[in-house]
């Protein structure tokens, strides 16, 4: 599935066009007498010279998604929107594609730049270049309205056994409360996120977990004043490591002046508070602000 994004009238295929070089380096050999090699231009110069590039994003809500009417939009989408806006890269050819065949697809040259819903990590910045990153997304937490039971991580509800906590059958977040030790008698499992709303609002837990994100939607959904978000959740460490993801923009390694370019743009959307505007349309908080982490925090330089 593909779609337009920006202004642009038609839609490609997502393939790069043959003839742009996308490497730093010099056309290979010299082309007969004393002739010049000739310098290839760098992905970054051949969008800028053309006007448009191709992205790829994965359909996961609310990081990139297909509306009905064909349109592409989520938190990634329009940051990137924005971003390649202020780089003269007026139109953006965004694919919707499958989230395993993304980073092939950026090395294959069928996307000049994949996002959405990509956490940084070691194995994956091996094979491609991460932009730093432009939210984070960690677990939270979900209450009665003034949290009676003052509660601000795992560990507050096994210090309290009178908390029990709802959480979605399968969810991440039902396994970091088991490592952690929450006995299973204060882990109430649900079919589903909307099921774990319900049963705080009926009384049957004191607190819900899901990521962030989903806790947002779930309470914007319930729109029940009685219920609020935990503020300043301390993230639970499990093996050592908070499990507190990143995620960001990617790019081909031969790339790293595109890179450095978006991460120049996202630095000035981060400090003009644009980013916590954009995040804040798709169910972000300030909570999942990346703060002052870079790539190199999380996968060494």
Known sequence: MAACLGVMVGCGDGSVNGGNGTGNGEAGGENGGDQEPTVQETTLERAQREGYVTVGFANEAPYAYATPDGTITGEAVEIARVIL?????????????EFGSMIAGLNANRFDIITAGMFIN???????????????IGAALGVEAGNPYGLHSYQDIIDNPDVTVAVMVGAAEHGYMQELGVPDSQILTV???????????????????MTGPALQAALGSANDDNLERVENFEQPIINGESVR?????AFRHEDDDFREAFNEELEKLKESGQLLEILEEFGFTEDELPGDVT???LVGG
Request: no cysteine; net charge negative; charged share 20%.
């Open 122 to 136: 070691e194995e994956r910045a091996q094979q491609v270049a991460f932009a730093n990153p432009e939210y984070s």
């Open 245 to 249: 993801g990143y995620g960001a923009a």
């Open 85 to 97: 806006q202020n780089l003269g890269i007026e139109e953006m050819n965004g694919i919707v594609t």
């Open 295 to 297: 790539v190199e925090d």
């Open 191 to 209: 079919p589903d996120q909307p099921s774990a709303i319900s049963a705080l609002q009926a009384g049957r837990a004191q607190a819900v977990t």
